[in-house]
T-cell receptor
Framework: DAGVTQSPTHLIKTRGQQVTLRCSPK?????VSWYQQALGQGPQFIFQ???????QRGNFPDRFSGHQFPNYSSELNVNALLLGDSALYLC??????????????FGSGTQLSVL | AQSVTQLGSHVSVSEGALVLLRCNYS??????LFWYVQYPNQGLQLLLK??????LVKGINGFEAEFKKSETSFHLTKPSAHMSDAAEYFC????????????FGQGTTLQVKP
């Protein structure tokens, strides 16, 4: 059983460009959350998707947007990239209902470098 | 607002020594607390969690943590460090119950010396 898979693993972009990161949740999971982990920092919650809608959002600008597809996979889009967007982007999947936090599984992340 | 503070960004212990990683939290509601471990180039793996009930929780790889409400702490311990324990450790709190949104501390790098 595959866990949470993210693609690509590494990405290099230049300032002002746009980027799309992808996440496939663990089998049986229907909720996807995205986190940004800057170097030397803990992960920060960006947003969460369930039933193809954004359910919760952290303190991130509108340049960060997402999408969830009917098969529960998800994309994170970042527009007008800034140098400060360089980070490891983690996807976490879970199921709704009881014990969501206890069944949160993380992918290995996409390392984004903005030059 | 909920927050997590991990005391000590780097902790170094000798193999076989006690591991103690400190975490203090602030929460206006009864907290759900977690410890995660991150190995290089990998995602986060759940070590243990506290939701309700017994305040001493045991996790994987011999780790345990004790929830102390009076001290707003959730320190992680392991009686005897192993070389394979070298990694980054994150304490996290769930600010709104069981929703999948976590607030993480800054992390503590554990170094284990032979």
């Amino acid at each position: 059983d595959a866990g949470v898979t993210q693609s690509p693993t590494h990405l290099i972009k230049t300032r002002g460009q746009q980027v799309t990161l992808r996440c496939s949740p663990k089998s049986g999971h229907d909720t996807v959350s995205w986190y940004q982990q800057a170097l030397g920092q803990g992960p920060q919650f960006i947003f969460q998707y369930y039933e193809e809608e954004e359910r919760q959002r952290g303190n991130f600008p509108d340049r960060f947007s997402g999408h969830q597809f009917p098969n529960y996979s998800s994309e994170l889009n970042v527009n007008a990239l800034l140098l400060g967007d360089s980070a490891l982007y983690l996807c976490a999947s879970s199921t709704t209902g009881l014990a969501t936090n206890e069944k949160l599984f993380f992918g290995s992340g996409t390392q984004l470098s903005v030059l | 607002a909920q927050s997590v503070t991990q005391l000590g960004s780097h902790v170094s212990v000798s193999e076989g020594a006690l591991v103690l990683l400190r975490c203090n939290y602030s929460s206006s509601v009864p907290p759900y607390l977690f410890w995660y471990v991150q190995y290089p180039n990998q995602g986060l793996q759940l070590l243990l969690k506290y939701t309700t009930g017994a305040t001493l929780v045991k996790g994987i790889n011999g780790f345990e943590a004790e929830f102390k409400k009076s001290e707003t702490s959730f320190h992680l311990t392991k009686p005897s460090a192993h070389m394979s324990d070298a990694a980054e450790y994150f304490c996290a709190v769930s600010p709104s119950g069981n929703t999948g949104k976590l607030i993480f501390g800054q992390g503590t790098t554990l170094q284990v010396k032979p």
